[in-house]
């Protein structure tokens, strides 16, 4: 393949469930593959996630997109959420998740970007493996040691998001991940997480041929579990990429403008990924 063309496809299904207005908003074309949940309770919820995807919509068509382009378009999604605010007379906000199809050292990578609790899985076969980290308050109970996972599914508090796009904390969790033929990656607003198993996403996401069939099928699943939220599934996968060989996977963070090496270690991941903070 040639790094810069459009190695991706992807489909995404929204659903606004039982709520009054659906306030997700989604971007699965070209280069971008992002959820963003707009937050419950604030004002502007929807006009939030959309400014998120109106943002990123700009990376989506470029023929070579950077990782410092898409920590930019973190940065312009942040003042385009505090706009909303201002323009609304109150506080919005949003999570968003997801991958961009980056070039890095020569060849092509996914970085995955989280903010909230929003989720971006990758899926092997029908084994699905949790790439994100969830910015909540039940998510740093469990890390803490505190409560355990399955005690943070029921945790009265585990609607409280401790980071979004708008609120005006100053991170994001970024990841490089390798590409490779066949992988499969799904990002998620936690209308679906909440009610439907990480393997059972990972079953129904494996069986799908298309990624439409994927999304759609998952959106149904969270509907038909009784999920209490809006529901919306992005579904992406790699054409005919190949890891290019002897491309080291190490950390990096951003320092004003520009992209280093951090000296910090990585913990463990099975995927060996690439993991990053930036401050925006």
Do not use: C
């Not at 991958?99 to 929003?118: C, F």
């Not at 041929?209 to 996968?237: F, H, I, K, M, Y």
């Amino acid at each position: 393949m040639t790094v810069g063309s459009h190695w991706a496809t992807g489909a995404g299904d929204t659903n606004q469930g039982p709520r009054a207005r659906n306030e997700d908003s989604y971007l699965s074309r070209g280069n971008v593959h992002i959820v963003a949940d707009g937050m419950g309770g604030h004002h502007a919820g929807a006009a939030a996630s959309a400014a998120v995807v109106e943002t990123f919509a700009a990376l989506a068509d470029l023929p070579v997109v950077t990782p410092p382009e898409v920590a930019a378009a973190v940065v312009q999604a942040q003042r385009a959420v505090l706009e909303v605010s201002l323009s609304v007379g109150g506080e919005s906000g949003t999570t968003v998740t997801g991958a961009v199809a980056v070039e890095h050292d020569g060849g092509p990578w996914w970085m995955i970007l989280n903010v909230g609790d929003s989720r971006t899985y990758l899926v092997d076969g029908d084994v699905v493996h949790q790439v994100t980290r969830d910015h909540s308050h039940v998510q740093d109970l469990v890390d803490a040691g505190r409560i355990t996972a399955e005690e943070a599914e029921r945790h009265p508090d585990r609607n409280i998001v401790t980071r979004a796009i708008g609120d005006g904390l100053p991170e994001f969790d970024a990841w490089l991940v390798p590409v490779m033929p066949g992988m499969r990656l799904v990002v998620a607003s936690d209308g679906l997480t909440k009610v439907v198993s990480d393997a059972r996403i990972g079953v129904t996401a494996g069986s799908a041929e298309e990624p439409q069939t994927a999304a759609s099928a998952l959106v149904n699943e969270a509907l038909a579990l009784g999920t209490g939220d809006n529901v919306t599934v992005v579904v992406a996968d790699v054409l005919d990429a190949v890891t290019p060989p002897g491309l080291s996977v190490a950390p990096w963070r951003l320092w004003g403008e520009q992209w280093e090496p951090a000296d910090d270690d990585l913990e463990d991941d099975t995927t060996q990924t690439s993991r990053r903070r930036a401050r925006v």
